[in-house]
């Protein structure tokens, strides 16, 4: 019986001279702690299941259906300098009424890096070579043509992640302050493939392109990145990516791309060319408040999509025209029309720890038809819980509004390795 | 390590100036700052396990590599998520307020701004080490006996430190150090507006990379007490850090073996 009281009056005695109670209290907290580092793995594996229901535009039944998918991702120094990177996901889609069920596996990733020096660096194989500083449209992301094979989130975080790399090579050589990055990505298939296991190289690399980047930091807080690409059938396009942070709680970017092309609808149609400059913007803020949520509003404008009077030519228009635009656009993950505005909102930790919010607006300033995506996410070490739904609202033929779902629920289960 | 024994005494004795003299707050601050950071690039793993209401609420594991400038003093880190899971082999590098984030699945650079935090309680600038005498004035505000966070009673220099730097990630601070060596004890990070948002206690002091080295920080939440981070530091190493990493560009290639 002594020990505890003695225990008791030692404390009794020890923390009202610190400078506050809690101080006492944190410390002894500190004392139990046994946590210990972990070690750095090579490999990231996870499996998702999803279940999900969704109603078509003008109400109807409801449709049901799963997914079940395993995403790996393997990175790994086997030799001084030399690199290995491998990432792949297969989908297992199972859905109602819909003709499309089926096992889509996605190759994003599979290269070799050589870094023969701190300062020199070359990649060959499968990579997923993706610029720009903007959320919801990159203009400068040129490899984003042709790279969704499966869609299984519209979250732009998703988008990158899930998404072929093209076949290529490239260089890189750096110095302080900046770098300098070429590569070229040759014509190595002629068709897309359905095909479950295809690596689908023919998505990414049906004709030869090329790019060349190069940032400078011009300030302690300027680092401008410019960018030219080209390929075989297209003119060089600029491109160039800036950042800037006004206050300590707030970063402002811009990005541009800029060149010699001919207008989505003339591309998507085949019936002129209507080759000019054009020229696609994505420019934005992102604001975190004190308590943690950050909140980007950004504006997007497409040069080569259409303007009002053409967009809406073309929704009275033939459908089959309609589909064709829509389905090169979808492609090329460009927007149909010209002028665009992107919420998105991010609460880590939102009310309780572990819960993350997210929510996210495209709204079409052309046709003010929208899309509206809200998700919650809770997780544990290796577990990951999330509820997503998903509106879609607008007038018959619009950019949102015809989309086939007008409401679309998810729920989703993940586990980490 | 006898090099850094020496810097710190140089420090303490050049402040001193005339034997006798109390030694001038800015070179104590020197000396602490030379005790909780190694002299030349070097990596080591920080552990944060943050709890809520005496509950453990969560645990990440990072690896900081960290350079200082030649020019200006102040360290530029890289930092490596390695746990949990969902994270690992995420990158942030923090050069100043030049703060960004990279996602290798999504390839993503993303540029944050200094309020953005991706650690919980832990402020970005807080898991990467900090030369304190380049970005504050001190003063001696008092000499005063503090416990310390192993609860023992230790005499110390309280210092008023003033950010002379806007891109810092607090507006002033207050740092008790012990009188006898200017070993960081314990400090209070406040706002601009006076409002107390953290303290940090500096404990478990071990031989690493050759000085006696606090390997915890415990921090508490201003306004909620019962918000605790425990981070712990280990794997101390000396790296070679290439100026050429220290950029958005590198962070997709950084590989640290």
């Known amino acids: ?417 | 390590m006898k090099f850094e024994r020496f810097i710190v005494c140089a420090l303490l004795i050049a402040s001193a100036g005339v034997a006798g003299a109390a030694p001038s707050a800015q070179a104590i601050l020197a000396a602490s700052d030379a005790i909780r950071n190694p002299g030349k690039p070097f990596a080591l793993t920080v552990t944060l396990v943050e709890y809520r209401n005496g509950t453990q609420v969560d645990s990440n594991t990072l690896t900081v590599y960290s350079k200082a400038d030649a020019n200006s003093g102040q360290f530029r880190s890289l930092i490596r998520f390695v746990a949990p899971a969902r994270d690992a082999n995420k990158l942030m590098l923090k050069n100043g307020n030049d703060l960004w984030f990279f996602d290798p699945a999504s390839k993503a650079s993303i540029r944050l701004s200094p309020q953005q935090r991706l650690l919980g309680q832990a402020a970005n600038g807080d898991v990467v080490t900090v030369n304190l005498a380049k970005d504050y004035q001190a003063q001696i505000a008092a000499e005063e006996s503090v416990l310390d966070g192993d609860r023992q009673s230790r005499r110390c220099y309280k210092l008023a430190l003033a950010a002379v730097s806007p891109d810092v990630t607090y507006h002033h601070i207050e740092m008790w150090l012990d009188a006898s060596n200017s070993r960081p004890v314990k400090a209070r990070f406040y706002t601009e507006s006076g409002q107390l948002l953290k303290t940090a206690y500096y404990r478990r002091y071990q031989p690493q990379l050759g000085v006696e080295r606090p390997t915890e920080t415990v921090i508490i939440d201003g306004l909620d007490p019962n918000w605790v981070t425990v981070m712990r530091f280990g794997d101390y190493a000396w790296r070679d850090v290439p100026e050429v990493w220290l950029q958005r560009d590198y962070l997709p290639r950084f590989k640290p073996e």
């Open chain 1, 1 to 417: 019986m002594r020990a505890p009281v003695l225990v008791l009056l030692l404390l009794a005695a020890t923390a009202p001279a610190l400078a506050d109670d809690e101080d006492a209290a944190a410390l002894l907290l500190a004392d139990k702690t046994t946590a210990t580092a972990e070690q750095s793995q090579d490999w990231r594996v996870y499996v998702e299941t999803a279940a999900r229901e969704s109603r078509r535009q003008g109400a109807g039944l409801a449709l049901h259906g799963g997914r079940a998918s395993i995403d790996a991702r393997f990175d790994k120094t086997f030799a001084p300098g030399w690199r290995a990177v491998f990432a792949d996901r297969l989908d297992m889609n199972r859905m109602d009424g819909v003709s499309g069920n089926r096992d889509i596996n996605t190759l994003k990733e599979a290269y070799l890096s050589w870094q023969a020096q701190p300062d020199r660096v070359a990649d060959l194989g499968r990579i997923n070579a993706r610029n720009g500083v903007a959320f919801g449209y990159n203009p400068t992301d040129y490899f984003r043509a042709g790279a969704l094979r499966s869609v299984v989130s519209l979250d732009p975080a998703s988008l990158r992640e899930n998404r072929l790399g093209s076949g290529m090579l490239r260089g890189q050589t750096l110095w302080n302050g900046g770098s300098l990055t070429a590569l070229y990505s040759p014509k190595l298939a002629q068709q897309p493939s359905d095909s479950v296991f295809n690596p689908d190289l023919g998505a990414t690399n049906q004709r030869a392109r090329w790019q060349i980047a190069l940032s400078e930091k011009l300030t302690k807080t300027l680092n401008p990145q410019w960018l030219l690409s080209g390929g075989a059938g297209q003119s060089p396009q600029l491109g160039l990516n800036l950042t800037a942070l006004p206050n300590d709680a707030t970063v402002a970017y811009f990005e541009w791309s800029g060149g010699r092309a001919v207008s989505l609808a003339a591309q998507a149609l085949g019936d002129r060319d209507d080759a000019a400059f054009r020229s696609r913007l994505s420019t934005g803020l992102t604001y975190t408040t004190p308590g943690n949520v950050s909140l980007t509003v950004e504006y997007q404008y497409n040069g080569a999509g259409l303007d009002r009077a053409g967009w809406n030519a073309l929704r009275r228009g033939p459908p089959a025209a309609y589909g064709l635009y829509r389905g090169l656009v979808a492609n090329l993950q460009d927007s149909p029309t010209r002028d665009n505005v992107f919420l998105y909102a991010v609460w880590q930790d939102a009310l309780v720890k572990r819960l993350d919010l997210t929510a996210m607006v495209r709204y079409d300033a052309v046709d003010h038809s929208r899309l509206q995506w809200l998700e919650a996410r809770y997780h544990w070490t290796r577990v990951d819980i999330a509820l997503q739904t998903q509106l879609n609202t607008g007038h018959s033929g619009s950019n949102y509004g015809a989309l086939p779902e007008r409401r679309l629920w998810q729920a989703l289960l993940r586990y980490f390795f």
